[in-house]
């Protein structure tokens, strides 16, 4: 079996808007929020 065969479809959720991230100090939660929030920002301006 290929490995396109295998991954399946992604799905896109319109409806989630809240995030709780919960870790020790010093594990990167305000690091993987800029991420998050990066790759959305940049996800809309590429609809446009």
Known sequence: ML???KKAPKA???DIRNIT??????HGKTTIIY???NKVVLSEK???
């Open 35 to 37: 991420h998050c929030l």
């Open 3 to 5: 490995l396109e065969e």
């Open 46 to 48: 590429m609809k446009k």
């Open 21 to 26: 991230i919960i870790a020790l100090v010093d």
């Open 12 to 14: 896109v959720r319109e």
